[in-house]
Structures are given as structure tokens and as C-alpha cells.
Nanobody, 129 residues
Framework: VQLQASGGGLVQAGGSARLSCVASGRPFITVHMGWFRQAPGKEREFVAGIQWSSGSTASADSVKGRFTISTNNAKNTMYLQMNSLKSEDTAVYYC???????????????????????WGQGTEVTVSS
């Protein structure tokens, strides 16, 4: 299973960007997917997650009201719409997916990086002030 993230780049503060993550490879059951980010010198942190079947979501307090996570199940694609970007949003953004062993998990499990099986390579977002 491969996850390909895209959509990063240089954005002005207050602007918007949309990240995409496409899942490909052998068929697999996706229980939930998520976005994490890692800023220079900082640990990787949870941004937002979504349950594949129900569409239930969870997000970090720092992005609530600004970022929206969504999926197109038919295209095996997850999105992160980022609005009102701030300089502190500058980071490499990673997408991740959780497989069948996480069936039964809830949105409470999504913020923990150990609750994902597959990771994308990351896409860099730089917000200039």
C-alpha cells in the first residue's frame, strides 16, 4: 500500500491550500486516515483524522475552524483543506492510513501515530508572513 501526498508549497499567511493523499497498491480495508505534521525542530503532531466508512472526524485544537478533512472514497483519496494559514502551520505534512486491525476503533484513537499502518512521504507547506 502506498500513500502519495501532494499539494504543498509556499503560501502567504491568511491564504489557503489543499493537500491530497492518494492510496494505491493492493486492495486493503481502510478504517481511518489522518494528517500529521512536523515542523522544523519539533515532534510530529496530529492534525486531523477521518473514519473512512462513517466520515467522523477529529482535529487538533490548533486547526479547528480553519482546516477541514474529507475523503473521496471512490478515488481512494483524502484531502485537507487549509484556510487562514498561519506561519506556525509551516511543516511537512504526512498522510497516514489504518488498516483492518483497527476495525472497531473510534475517533479517539486517531490522534495517536501508532494507530496507523501506512505513511506517505510528506509534502511541505511553508507559510510566509
Amino acid at each position: 500500500v502506498q500513500l502519495q501526498a501532494s499539494g504543498g508549497g509556499l503560501v502567504q499567511a491568511g491564504g489557503s491550500a489543499r493537500l491530497s493523499c492518494v492510496a494505491s497498491g493492493r486492495p486493503f480495508i481502510t478504517v481511518h486516515m489522518g494528517w500529521f505534521r512536523q515542523a522544523p525542530g519539533k515532534e510530529r503532531e496530529f492534525v486531523a483524522g477521518i473514519q473512512w466508512s462513517s466520515g467522523s472526524t477529529a482535529s487538533a485544537d490548533s486547526v479547528k475552524g480553519r482546516f477541514t478533512i474529507s475523503t473521496n472514497n471512490a478515488k481512494n483519496t483524502m484531502y485537507l483543506q487549509m484556510n487562514s494559514l498561519k506561519s506556525e502551520d509551516t511543516a511537512v505534512y504526512y498522510c497516514a492510513a489504518a488498516g483492518v486491525r483497527f476495525i472497531g476503533s473510534t475517533t479517539k484513537e486517531m490522534p495517536e501515530s501508532s494507530n496507523y499502518d501506512y505513511w506517505g512521504q510528506g509534502t511541505e507547506v511553508t507559510v510566509s508572513s
